[in-house]
């Protein structure tokens, strides 16, 4: 079956990075695109960006656009997001999502990992 | 890229039916037939519900359905029961501005 196994919560200071791994499996992991989304505590879903597993190809959503990084091995079915320079308004629950190329909807979702940016 | 508006909240008693609008710009809602709407219960992950404006993804009751006119897309949940109550969200491609989310919105079955 279809898996997004996302790694575990992170505790962060105002500043650091955070990288969060997305392991997938169940699937051909060049077949599909992978989307990371975050949400703020009580607030709504916020798209950040794309990768695609076959080519590498990454675009990101403009806010991110110099503090986020995705990658993906393709050894391990595995894609990374880190986010650099964390401020409190970067806490929240980040959410890879698999898309079909040219699906534009997400299909499977992780199951989220928490990053707490605290001093 | 600014969020798509939905409604805070909407209600609704057990069987009636509950429609959530989702309005976006000619940049995304309006240009493309790309909007999906996606279930989220408390510290769950978001489930998809409607993808391609209409279409169900196999094993989504039928008694959710979408549509779209002009800017605005829209999801009704018809013969409402206990476990609908959650957040939705409307999601739309917005070609080279990538994807945007809607602002969510509360469904409650009274």
């Known amino acids: 079956q279809v898996q997004l196994v996302q790694s575990g919560a992170e505790v962060k200071k105002p500043g650091a990075s955070v990288k969060v791994s997305c392991k997938t499996s169940?699937?051909?992991?060049?077949?599909?695109?992978i989307h990371w989304v975050r949400q703020a505590p009580g607030q709504g879903l916020e798209w950040m960006g794309i990768?695609?597993?076959?080519?590498?190809?990454?675009s990101y959503a403009q806010k991110f656009r110099g503090r986020v990084t995705m990658t993906r091995d393709t050894s391990t079915s595995t894609v990374y997001m880190e986010l650099s320079s964390l401020t409190s308004e970067d806490m929240a629950v980040y959410y890879c999502?698999?898309?079909?190329?040219?699906?534009?909807?997400?299909?499977?979702w992780g199951q989220g990992t928490l990053v707490t940016v605290s001093s | 890229q600014s969020a798509l508006t939905q409604p805070p909240s909407a209600s609704g008693s057990p069987g009636q039916s509950v429609t959530i609008s989702c309005t976006g710009t000619?940049?995304?809602?309006?240009?493309?037939?790309?909007v999906s709407w996606y279930q989220q219960h408390p510290g769950k992950a978001p489930k998809l519900m409607i993808y391609?404006?209409?279409k169900r993804p196999s094993g989504v009751p039928d008694r959710f359905s979408g549509s779209k006119s002009g800017n605005t897309a829209s999801l009704t949940v018809s013969g409402l029961q206990a476990e609908d109550e959650a957040d939705y969200y409307c999601?739309?491609?917005?070609?080279?501005?990538?994807?945007?989310f809607g602002t969510g919105t509360k469904v409650t079955v009274l």
């Open positions: 999502a698999r898309e079909r190329d040219s699906w534009y909807y997400f299909d499977y």
């Open positions: 169940g699937y051909t992991f060049i077949s599909y695109h």
């Open positions: 990768i695609k597993p076959s080519s590498g190809i990454i």
């Open positions: 000619s940049s995304d809602v309006g240009g493309y037939n790309y």
């Open positions: 391609e404006v209409s």
């Open positions: 999601n739309s491609y917005a070609g080279s501005n990538g994807y945007v």
